[in-house]
């Protein structure tokens, strides 16, 4: 007998044979998969009548979906999942559906891209060998962020020329290609990488605030709303009329910049043992994805679209 199912807290997506789709409920996030006439729960073995619905005539996916036990008498939504079992972005991580609250999560293929992550890891660790040089000279103290220099402006310029590369990375292998990028291209990793949402804080430094390079990055203004890019820009062209802006603070800001990059590229725990990655930085905070747009494992059955594909800026 079908429960009348309560009313949804947003209407229901258009759901259609083949696709695949999401619920929240109190009792958790799971994928399904619907076939027009049924929705199956992925990753169950043998479902049965706890892990399947089956429609009546005439009935919608939300009523069969409201006789399976776990839903019996109480609030679900249902997504439409932006990807199937398998499949993942390039050089983006995402959490995955079985801890979708773990966020940044992690790329699939992280293997294959080893040269490239131990590449920026290199960079990194050079970065910050730098800049403990300066903190044995200028403490990393609020009072002291704006205190400026040459070696500072050798950091900051080294930290946004490497985030450009990652930038130019990623956008790269998701077949975003221009003669010439510059921020406007750069930002429309934004949403894809959620990169406005992390934010770090120095492991040996605790005293201080939070850092959170790309929290005010707008694409109406991709160079002026990082403050930190605007500054390296100002020093690389203009020292004598802009040394002042090659700070602690622009310097620090950049460098964590390249952190959350590798980390939101990557995730936290690396490849082939090089996951030093949390030696530099604490993460704070992280983007929290919706069940819709996590990656799903690729379960026995369902893993026909398996593998990379191209995010679509």
């Known amino acids: 007998m079908l429960k009348t199912p309560l009313v949804p807290e947003k209407p229901d997506p258009h759901i ?10 109190p009792v958790g996030n799971h994928v399904w998969r619907f076939d027009g ?19 009546r005539a005439g009935s919608t996916l939300r009523e069969a979906l409201s006789d399976v036990p776990m839903f019996v008498g109480t609030n679900f939504t249902i997504d439409l999942m932006k990807l199937p079992p398998g499949a993942f972005y390039n050089r983006i991580a995402r959490p995955s559906d079985q801890h979708s609250h773990q966020s940044p999560g992690s790329l699939p293929n992280v293997e294959l891209k080893a040269d490239i992550y131990i590449g920026a890891m290199n960079q990194m660790r050079f970065l910050t060998e730098m800049l403990d040089q300066v903190f044995q000279t200028v403490h ?35 077949s975003y290609i221009t003669s010439r990028s510059n921020t406007e291209d750069y930002v429309k990793l934004l949403p894809a990488m959620r990169l406005n949402e992390y934010s770090v804080r120095l492991r040996r430094y605790p005293g201080l605030n939070p850092i959170s390079p790309f929290k005010d990055w707008d694409a ?24 002042h ?22 995730g936290l725990n690396g490849t082939r043992g090089v996951n030093d990655l949390t030696r530099y930085f604490d993460l ?3 983007p929290l994805w919706p069940i819709s747009e996590v990656y799903t494992y690729g379960y026995d059955g369902f893993t026909e679209q398996a593998g990379p594909r191209d995010y679509q800026f």
């Open 37 to 55: 006439t049924s929705a199956v729960r992925v990753g169950v073995p043998n479902p049965d009548y706890r892990s399947k619905a089956e429609l």
């Open 16 to 25: 259609v044979g083949g696709d695949y789709f999401s619920t929240t409920s």
């Open 284 to 286: 704070v905070s992280a």
């Open 140 to 174: 990393p103290a609020l009072d002291n962020m704006l205190c400026f220099g040459n070696v500072l402006r050798n950091i900051l310029i080294l930290s946004c020329t490497e985030c450009e590369a990652q930038w130019r990375g990623v956008l790269s292998e998701n």
């Open 245 to 266: 802006r090659a700070s602690v603070d622009a310097a620090l800001q950049s460098v964590a910049a390249v952190w959350i990059l590798i980390a939101a590229q990557f």
């Open 220 to 243: 109406a203004m991709p160079t002026k709303s990082i403050s930190w890019y605007d500054a390296y820009n100002a020093v690389k062209h203009d020292r004598e009329g802009s040394f």
